[in-house]
Each structure stands twice: as structure tokens, then as C-alpha cells.
T-cell receptor
Framework: AQSVSQHNHHVILSEAASLELGCNYS??????LFWYVQYPGQHLQLLLK??????LVKGIKGFEAEFIKSKFSFNLRKPSVQWSDTAEYFC???????????FGKGNQVVVIP | DVKVTQSSRYLVKRTGEKVFLECVQD?????MFWYRQDPGLGLRLIYFSYDVKMKEKGDIPEGYSVSREKKERFSLILESASTNQTSMYLC????????????FGPGTRLTVL
């Protein structure tokens, strides 16, 4: 079974700091990769996804993620965070052709104004 | 906009009760999913359905069953609720391709006393 690892479950940083959240997966075949975000009191929504092409993908709200196949990683980045980026972030992976998503345990990010 | 709705935001039940959680999507999606979300554990797949009357067990199906009689509706059933089923339950739907985004409902916070 594939698994998804997210480290540093709790992250606290100040506004304007840079954010990088790591995501590693264990499956060796062709995969689709997703980052979802859950803002306080809101439902889970897609930040960005990768399935082919340029390994650097850009999502909403200034987020980007880079797929590094050799490292089985799909790290999320934002150069300068805002207070409104306070949320829980989930990495998710599925095998190409299989709709079942495996989620990581999430990163709780708190941005201090 | 895709809309996934869940029948209740909050639910309190007693141990041993039969519990029904309902989910409806309005995008004619083939796939529907039930997850539970617990702090520090991320999202774990309980069941999913890829077509009407079709279902597949997820990672934690024990103590749960599902029903999909119509394409737009996917129900999660707790035959005899137990305290360890106290959790946030999330429903999601997606189209056929595995690259498709999963769209989530607002969640049902179930407390079993």
C-alpha cells in the first residue's frame, strides 16, 4: 500500500516568512499528486495538483509545488505567507488510473501577524 | 461550482444506535468517497463508490457500511455506533479520471456518547 509522509505536523511562522512543507510518497509507479488546504471552519479544497508536464506547478494564493521524481517528493512552497494562510495542509497521492487517494497526516500551519 | 452537501454538520448519538450520514453531489460525478478525519491522523478512506450500487472498501471499513442507490447520493451507515467512531466525517466526489480533483463536503462532526 502506498503511504504519504508529511513532517513537522505543527508549523508556526510570522507573516512574510517563507513556507516549505515536505511531502514524500512510497509508491514507485506513475502517480498523481495533490495538495489540499483546510482553512479554519471551511471544507477541504484543492490548492494545486500535478500529473504530467512541468514538474513545478503553481496553485491558488501564490502557492507552488515541485515534483522531484527521484526523491519521491512533492514539496509545497510559498515565498511570503500571510495571516490568512493559517490552515491545515494535506498532501495526497493516487496511482495513475486509480481514484483512491492516500493522504498524509497534514501540516497545521499558524501564521502570526 | 461543484457542490457536495452533507445532511448534518453536527450529530450526537448514543452507543449502539444506528447512524446514517447522507451525502449529495450535484456534478454527476461517478466517484464518491467517505473519509474520517482525526487530529494527527489526516484523512482515512472508509469506503468509496465508483458507480451506482458499486462500492469498494477503503482502509478502515470495519464498523461501517455504505449505500449508493442513486448516482448523486452516497450514504454512510454505522450499524451500531461506538465511542471510537466519534470523529469528523467527510464526503467527497470526483469524475472518472484519476487526475480529477476530489470535491469535499463541509463534514459531519459525529459524537457518540
Amino acid at each position: 500500500a502506498q503511504s504519504v509522509s508529511q513532517h513537522n505536523h505543527h508549523v508556526i511562522l510570522s507573516e512574510a516568512a517563507s513556507l516549505e512543507l515536505g511531502c514524500n510518497y512510497s509508491y514507485g509507479g506513475t502517480v498523481n499528486l495533490f495538495w489540499y488546504v483546510q482553512y479554519p471552519g471551511q471544507h477541504l479544497q484543492l490548492l494545486l495538483k500535478y500529473f504530467s508536464g512541468d514538474p513545478l506547478v503553481k496553485g491558488i494564493k501564490g502557492f507552488e509545488a515541485e515534483f522531484i521524481k527521484s526523491k519521491f517528493s512533492f514539496n509545497l512552497r510559498k515565498p511570503s505567507v500571510q495571516w490568512s494562510d493559517t490552515a491545515e495542509y494535506f498532501c495526497a497521492v493516487n496511482r495513475r488510473g486509480n481514484n483512491r487517494l492516500a493522504f498524509g497526516k497534514g501540516n497545521q500551519v499558524v501564521v502570526i501577524p | 461550482d461543484v457542490k457536495v452537501t452533507q445532511s448534518s454538520r453536527y450529530l450526537v448519538k448514543r452507543t449502539g444506535e444506528k447512524v446514517f450520514l447522507e451525502c449529495v453531489q450535484d456534478m454527476d460525478h461517478e466517484n464518491m468517497f467517505w473519509y474520517r478525519q482525526d487530529p494527527g491522523l489526516g484523512l482515512r478512506l472508509i469506503y468509496f463508490s465508483y458507480d451506482v450500487k458499486m462500492k469498494e472498501k477503503g482502509d478502515i471499513p470495519e464498523g461501517y457500511s455504505v449505500s449508493r442507490e442513486k448516482k448523486e447520493r452516497f450514504s454512510l451507515i454505522l450499524e451500531s455506533a461506538s465511542t471510537n467512531q466519534t470523529s469528523m466525517y467527510l464526503c467527497a466526489s470526483s469524475g472518472t479520471p484519476s487526475t480529477d480533483t476530489q470535491y469535499f463536503g463541509p463534514g459531519t462532526r459525529l459524537t457518540v456518547l
